[in-house]
């Protein structure tokens, strides 16, 4: 098995497909980033991962999977779920209360992207922010 490269930092956890979990989710990123000294990406990254947790529950099925990885100037995360539907980023206008999850995704992470889950049904989305400074 290959551990994790010196000078990265991870966190995974496993979560149960209930709404309740999307409050835990936040918590546990928070949590991370504090103690991974990366508040200033606190705001955008409790944010993706909220949103990549509710479509997890709306559309996937349990258990849904969280993890972060820091390292190589990027911080990863990655939602993954058992469920066999694949998101796809929906356009939709200002009067519509749903389906803004990827385009938020979309607009907070430098990039970011879905992977099937080899030898099983299931996805993961992922997505990556430069820990650098970025330039508009």
């Known amino acids: ?10 966190m995974s956890c496993e979560l149960p497909g209930d ?19 990366l508040p200033d990406l606190m705001d955008d990254v409790v944010l993706m991962v909220s949103e990549l947790v509710t479509n997890a529950i ?3 099925a349990p258990p849904i999977g969280l993890s972060l990885r820091a390292g190589d100037g ?3 995360g990655e ?3 058992n469920g066999s539907g ?21 607009a907070l992470a430098d990039q970011w992207g879905l992977t099937a889950c080899p030898g099983r049904t299931g996805k993961s989305v992922w997505f990556i ?3 650098r400074h970025r330039h508009p």
């Open 58 to 60: 709306a559309h996937g």
């Open 74 to 76: 990027a911080l990863r």
């Open 79 to 81: 939602v993954t779920d």
């Open 1 to 10: 098995m290959i551990g994790t490269p010196r000078g990265y930092r991870t």
């Open 19 to 37: 709404e309740a979990i999307v409050v835990k989710a936040r918590d546990i990123v928070r949590r991370t980033l504090v103690g991974w000294d």
């Open 129 to 131: 922010r430069c820990l």
């Open 86 to 106: 694949l998101p796809r980023r929906l356009h939709v206008d200002r009067h519509v209360d749903h389906g803004r999850g990827l385009v938020i995704v979309d």
